[in-house]
């Protein structure tokens, strides 16, 4: 079993996977205590009420209403690049492509009319799928948003890369 372990992180960047979900634990801070819990998919769907909005003062001041669109692209490309297990030139590829897909759902939100038409109508049957029309509809453009993408590509990238670096002088 240790062997199979063992050759199973040989195969991922584990510090890579690490890194990104403890960002994305930390996005979700956000929303549990920064946005009002009818603003959050996740939030307003729980089961119990798990919003600390009005509860704990905001945590994230200015910084939080841009900070998710950083650290789910952050998040993404370290999560995909460790799985993947990927050198420079593939972390190149991973980063472009998730700064276009978060870019493409930042500007679905500008041309929301567009957007919205093009989301399959039996989306709505789907749990998670279920909201997307929602988010074009009635998410708001920001073009910090879109900054704060481009600069958590670029961090990601120097992240990966440092990451990597200890990876190879590990062995």
């Known amino acids: 079993m240790k062997e199979n372990l063992k050759a199973f992180g040989s195969i991922i960047n584990m510090r890579q ?26 939030v307003h769907k729980s089961f119990v009420n798990i919003s600390l909005h009005n509860t704990l003062p905001n945590l994230f001041g200015f910084i939080g209403y841009s900070l998710p669109s950083f650290i789910h692209v ?19 590829i991973i980063c472009t492509y998730w700064l276009l897909v978060d870019s493409a759902f930042e500007l679905g939100q500008k041309f929301n009319l567009g957007s919205s038409k093009i989301i399959p109508d039996w989306f709505a049957g789907i749990p998670f799928l279920e909201n997307t029309k929602n988010y074009f509809v009635h998410g708001t453009f920001d073009f910090n948003d879109l900054i704060a993408i481009a600069i958590g590509s670029i961090i990601a ?6 990451s990597m670096e200890i990876r190879i002088s590990e062995k």
């Open 17 to 42: 996977i690490f890194i990104g979900l403890a960002l994305l634990l930390l996005g979700t801070l956000v929303y549990l205590i920064d946005r009002s819990p009818d603003q959050t998919y996740f």
């Open 74 to 92: 952050f998040s993404f490309i370290l999560i995909t690049a460790g799985v993947f297990h990927c050198r420079k030139r593939g972390c190149l």
């Open 157 to 162: 990238y120097f992240v990966f890369l440092i």
